[in-house]
């Protein structure tokens, strides 16, 4: 049997189990040598949605099944009979009040519209229209697409108005919903439009007046068990240790030392430090210190019973809802620069490739230099020069050879080297969100990510050795079934790798996809393979790092497992017994980090929701990020944000998901939804229950 598309074709559908490659020969009568042209058939079957792999074998999909032995001649045929050409007319558009003019659904184009045409209609209104000499002219109106619209109450004449934010939209809407009072006047609103151009809405909800607070945040606290306020007592101690420490003569005083943290410019609990020389040896002297948080909250104490319920700090956009309070995590706590503080230090000699030659752990006292961001010192990587002294300018060249090193020592045993984007949020003085962007971590993030990626690794292997009770961070490797369905999911994505039982298997993906349009899929396909960490008071690895040893040592104000670390080794140092770990203190501050962690993301989604509110009626260029049997989800690059479009709102065809091979397939023209492919959108509305975006689907950009 010849060895071609049709054969396999009639060979896979005769066996609906599917068939590995040497067995698929076998059947065809070829030799085993012809299997590197078999994969090249079955890779471009697999690359038209045709074939999908499940482990080792090789099935038809829904749309291979109905195929024949002529099906991709035919489908070539079809979709070039189908294909639309310039010359079609186009029959539906969006409306676009500001500037009057439409955007062609199924092209994206935009169109003037002639002067005696009707415009009593509302930004993104779904009409029909024809085409004369002198432009478009609409002849019906089909939908309303946007129906919630952000705005502004106003109090005049005994009546209550709704003034749209958005310049897309007329001003002057009578409200319905609320008693008309003086006290509404000015207040923002959420109204849902009843009637036009009778211009009347109905108001759904208020907006705080200040709705970057943190009550605005309230609802997600709720829902993730995140306490709102410090009890009194818990204020007070705080308050008792003052604002300055003592330093105590049997502390090592390293406040001679160039010692420096480096974190966000809008941070303002700093809890590490770093300082660093090479050695005439050619080796380096890491210094680590870290906030000396223990000597404030002990053991059962209101702090430590608090901290214990609270088990991390939550970071939103905007706010941080603390562990400790902010008389110790900004104050007492926090490394300032040019002050005293107390801290425990990790003082590391490391070899020409990043080898430990030694570690010691002392408690310490400190005075930071400068407290500098990180985008101070990506300037000076970046450019060279800035406006800090030389010494620090020296320095800091001097860390970003260290930690490339110390890089390249993880990588090189398998840690994971992921580039995920995340969303940054720009502010205005109000607190008001002004921009949402992507951002990558930086090599000044990267820095400082090893150097306290060293210091707990090396924490590790000292309270082993000194068999000291604490709780490890574990990241267990992943599931035997989570790896197969990647692997088929690589396969379909056209990445091959023979294993994924190593972190160096899951970075020859990373390589794979370094040039891929579909990258950042990859990667998060490759995060939802893999384990959750968690907090555990036995050592089983972390997968993620390829480290045998690891723990959380370097951040005590925000996270407790941090501070049960800190009180071991300050009991061993002090020569004392140190504190046994409670009974199930593993599971519950991996527990407050899951929830830390959701109400991390639900703050996100929120603020994204409540910018993008202003913007409803806007059109973007996109790109789908993800498919399921509803719909698909898009990302707009900038704004940063990701709204959701279900399957019935692509009128361009009728479109069949198959969770095989992870896409959708048009009926008629065939055309093939995956991660990557650009669309254009409108932004209609928001998706409250779940803090999402609505976008209408407006045209598919191809390819030039």
Not at 209 to 218: G, I, L, S, T
Not at 266 to 273: E, I, L, N, P
Not at 331 to 359: F, H, I, Q, W, Y
Not at 635 to 662: C, M, N, R, S, T
Request: net charge neutral.
């Amino acid at each position: 049997m010849k060895l071609d598309p049709a054969n396999l074709f009639r060979l896979l559908k005769n066996h609906p189990g599917g068939l590995n490659s040497k067995e698929i020969l076998t059947q065809m009568g070829q030799k085993q040598k012809m299997k590197a042209q078999l994969r090249k058939i079955l890779r471009h079957m697999a690359q038209e949605g045709w074939v999908f792999k499940d482990n080792s074998r090789y099935q038809l999909t829904d749309q291979g099944k109905e195929a024949s032995g002529a099906f991709a001649a035919a489908s070539e045929k079809k979709r070039e009979k189908e294909k639309p050409t310039a010359k079609r007319r186009i029959q539906e558009a969006f409306f676009k009040a500001q500037g009057s003019y439409l955007l062609a659904r199924g092209t994206g184009q935009r169109l003037e519209l002639a002067p005696s045409s009707e415009r009593e209609f509302l930004t993104g209104d779904l009409v029909g229209f024809e085409e004369t000499p002198q432009g478009a002219k609409i002849n019906r109106f089909i939908e309303r697409s946007i129906e919630q619209i952000k705005g502004r109450l106003r109090f005049e004449g005994e009546q209550l108005f709704f003034d749209p934010l958005s310049a897309d939209f007329p001003k002057g809407f009578k409200a319905s919903g609320l008693k008309p009072t003086e006290k509404l006047d000015g207040q923002k609103a959420m109204g849902k439009v009843l009637a036009f151009p009778d211009a009347r809405v109905r108001i759904e909800g208020l907006i705080s007046k200040d709705e970057n607070d943190k009550a605005a945040y309230r609802s997600i606290q709720i829902q993730n068990q995140i306490p709102f306020e410090f009890p009194q007592a818990v204020v007070e101690q705080a308050r008792s240790f003052g604002t300055e420490p003592s330093p105590s003569p049997n502390r090592t005083d390293l406040r001679d030392l160039p010692i420096v943290t480096i974190d966000g410019a809008d941070a303002k609990d700093f809890d590490d430090a770093i300082c660093g020389e090479e050695t005439p040896d050619g080796d380096f002297r890491l210094w680590v210190s870290i906030a000396d948080v223990a000597e404030y909250v002990t053991l059962k104490s209101d702090l430590d019973k608090e901290a214990a319920q609270r088990g991390t700090s939550v970071y939103m956009p905007g706010t941080v809802v603390p562990m400790l309070p902010e008389e110790l995590s900004n104050g007492l706590c926090s490394l300032n620069p040019e002050v005293n503080r107390l801290t425990l230090t990790a003082e590391m000699l490391l070899g020409p490739k990043g080898e430990v030659k030694d570690c010691k752990i002392y408690e310490s006292t400190i005075k930071s230099r400068a407290r500098l961001t990180y985008g101070e010192v990506d300037q000076l990587f970046e450019t060279g020069s800035w406006d800090k002294d030389a010494v620090l300018t020296e320095k800091l060249m001097l860390y970003r050879k260290w930690a490339l090193i110390l890089r390249g020592k993880r990588e090189k045993r398998g840690a994971i080297a992921f580039s995920l984007p995340e969303a940054v949020f720009d502010f205005a003085p109000t607190g008001e969100v002004t921009g949402i962007h992507q951002s990558f971590q930086s090599e000044a993030q990267k820095l400082i990510e090893q150097f306290m990626l060293e210091a707990n690794e090396n924490v590790g292997h000292f309270c082993e050795k000194q068999k000291l009770p604490i709780l490890w961070r574990n990241h267990p490797p992943p599931l035997p079934a989570k790896q197969e369905l990647l692997k088929s999911l690589l396969w379909n994505l056209n990445i091959r790798v023979p294993f994924l039982q190593r972190g160096k298997d899951y970075n020859e993906v990373l390589a794979q996809a370094h040039d891929n349009p579909n990258r950042i899929f990859v990667e998060n396909a490759l995060l939802r393979s893999m384990s959750l960490a968690n907090y555990g008071a036995k050592r089983e690895g972390h997968f993620g790092l390829a480290a045998t040893h690891y723990l959380h040592f370097t951040s005590p104000i925000r996270r407790y497992p941090d501070l049960v670390v800190h009180r071991a080794l300050k009991a061993h140092l002090a020569g004392e017994k140190p504190p046994a770990l409670a009974r199930f203190l593993g599971e519950t501050t991996s527990e407050r980090e899951r929830l830390a962690k959701q109400a991390e993301r639900d703050g996100v989604k929120l603020k994204r929701m409540v910018y993008m509110s202003g913007f409803i009626g806007q059109d973007y260029k996109a790109r789908i990020t993800g498919l399921n049997r509803a719909g698909i989800y898009c990302e707009v690059a900038e704004p940063y944000v990701e709204g959701f479009i279900p399957f019935k709102g692509l009128v361009d065809d009728h479109y069949d998901w198959d969770d095989q091979i992870q896409r959708a397939l048009g009926k008629r023209s065939h055309r093939s939804l995956a991660i990557g492919q650009e669309l254009q959108v409108l932004l209609t509305g928001l998706q409250l229950d779940y803090k999402s975006l609505n976008f209408a689907w407006i045209a598919w950009i191809d390819p030039a």
